[in-house]
């Protein structure tokens, strides 16, 4: 891996070292590691991408229905870094195990699942790679289906949507009610929040967590890309204004190792002149740990919030990479167990949507030694068994629109494995829960039980 050379004389390059390599990790470690949208699920076309609910798919003949599942060398970027975090397996076995289950259990559609693995190179992530991925997924493959995971550009969704492939996102980024109405029914989370639903309650339980008490103003490091800048515009800066702080925003260039790095360094810098002592991350670039690794060098102290986006058990894994005194007095939000608390504090498998995961898994001779280990198998389940499940009525036209249609009549029955309810809409995950770092175990914790994610 390639990292940002030193160009400030006042910066400590070990840290720039390390906050590159981190910048890697973060990018691809939680891959595969709610709200109910407003409306109808089939949208109208708006953003280009009209559906209707006659005639097949592409990727879809009477026999047969091909499915991309997008994957990323985790543990190559393991060996380039060094840092920690649980094997996550053979993502291209475990794709093999859910096409198994799914024929072996009616297809989908009453068709085959013919399920096709991809692996793509994250270490080089770009608007130019992620538009070649898609052009080989929907002209090559021709698929009527892709699941995605470690895809961050803005420009791969709408791609994919305006060659009518349904995306069943499994990657951990911000995506907002509007974003989902835009690119309708071509795009869906199946393990999940909205991002509009996600942010309500990471602002509310800040909030009744005192987090803000005392001070009239709040350090936001925000990712500088559209859905981020409409969601603050429009609710995360009025809802913190209701919550009496003004927002100090830091925005930040997360479409590469050096303008994320430039960033964050800037962000402290402006906190500290500002006198900010409450910081907090909105945008899903998982900013956390870069920032807190180039606040430490610029010797900027505050208290930080956290979230499922921010990778909370990347801090726990490698403490060296991380200060440790940013930890205390973390608390925020989760709603992913995989990504945040060790499985004493949530039994594994506990839920029976993660169950029945598990099960399929180990039908196949598949078998996790933990719940971080299976952070991608589970995406990967969800996005199958939403698939099948989508499609439970369809007989003759399979295509996007009617899978959608069938997705809204499931409402809150579909569950994901990754997290806690189900919610019926384009963002399958339904709740969270208060999540705190506990200094004794010196890990992360839940407080409290589910809690809905807010839909106004």
Known sequence: MRHQKDTDGGTDRSLVIRAGAALACFALALVGCGSVMPGAVVGNGSGGTSATAEGVGPGVTDDAVKVVFVGVDLEGVKDITGFKTADA???KKQVEALEAWVNANGGVAGRKLDAVFRMYDASVDSPAAEEQLCNKI???????????TGQFQSNARPCYAQRKTLVLDATLVATNDATYEELSPYLWSPSYPSYDGFVRAYI???KDRGFFKG????GVVAADNPINRTTMK?????LLEEAGVKAEVAWVDTTDQGSLFQGNDQGAVTFRSAGVDRVMFLGGARLASIFATVADAQDFKARYAISTYDNPTFFVNNPSVVPQDVLKGMVGVGFAPGQEVADSQVPFPGTDAEKKCIDIYSKAGITFPSREAARVALPYCDAAVLLQAGAADITDDLNAAAWGAGVEKLGSAF???????GTGGYASSGAYRVLVFNNECRCFVYEGGDVDFPTS
């Open 215 to 218: 001070r009239k103003k709040v």
């Open 89 to 91: 397996g053979d993502p």
């Open 415 to 421: 569950v994901p494995a990754t997290g806690f309810t």
């Open 138 to 148: 929907t002209q090559d493959d021709r698929a009527f289906a892709v699941v995605l």
């Open 204 to 206: 509310s339980t800040l």
């Open 234 to 238: 429009e609710l995360a800066l009025p």
